[in-house]
Each structure stands twice: as structure tokens, then as C-alpha cells.
């Protein structure tokens, strides 16, 4: 039993299976290629997002700061505090406002 032969021979490479191969291979090279981005660094989206965001912060916060230095001179906690807190939210708002009705570049 063990003497006989296969009924088929292992087959070989094929040169049609290796061009097959070589041809998937660039063919992956071209779509990765393609699908990479193209835009380095930031886009528009994103800096008028960081800009609104920089509104979002800056103006209460530096609403309150000075605030909160016109309280320590002048020694009318809180009230100098919120007036400037809530005048720095308003304008952070009206900046925001204004960003967003500009026609896009």
C-alpha cells in the first residue's frame, strides 16, 4: 500500500498565480496611496472649532480675572466678579456669533 503513487502529482507554482500575486500586490500599494490623506495639519473645520472653542474659554475666564483684580482694588466682592464674568460670556457669545455668519473662504 505504501509503494503506490498519488493518483495526482502535487502541482507546481503557476505563473498565472504569481502574476496574480505581483498585480494584488500594487494594486494595494495604489489604494494605499490613494486612501492616505492629503491635508497636513489642521483643516479650516478644525481651526474655526479650536477658535470657538478659545471663545468659549478666554471670555469668562478673562471676564472673571479681571473681575475678580477690580473686587481686590476697589472691595466690592463679588459683584465686580460676576458683572465681568457674565460680560465676558456675552461677548464670547457675540464673537461666536459673528464667526459663524462669515461666508466660508
Do not use: C, Y
Request: proline content about 6%.
Amino acid at each position: 500500500m505504501d509503494d503506490e503513487q498519488p493518483a495526482r502529482e502535487p502541482v507546481g507554482e503557476d505563473a498565472r498565480i504569481d502574476a496574480l500575486e505581483r498585480r494584488l500586490k500594487e494594486a494595494r500599494e495604489r489604494e494605499e496611496v490613494r486612501n492616505r490623506p492629503s491635508i497636513k495639519g489642521a483643516d479650516a473645520n478644525e481651526r474655526l472649532g479650536h477658535q470657538v472653542l478659545g471663545h468659549l474659554i478666554g471670555g469668562p475666564l478673562g471676564g472673571a480675572l479681571v473681575g475678580w483684580v477690580f473686587d481686590l482694588a476697589a472691595g466690592t466682592s463679588p459683584w465686580g466678579l460676576l458683572v465681568m464674568l457674565f460680560l465676558g460670556i456675552i461677548v464670547a457669545f457675540r464673537n461666536i456669533i459673528r464667526i459663524s455668519n462669515r461666508r466660508p473662504d
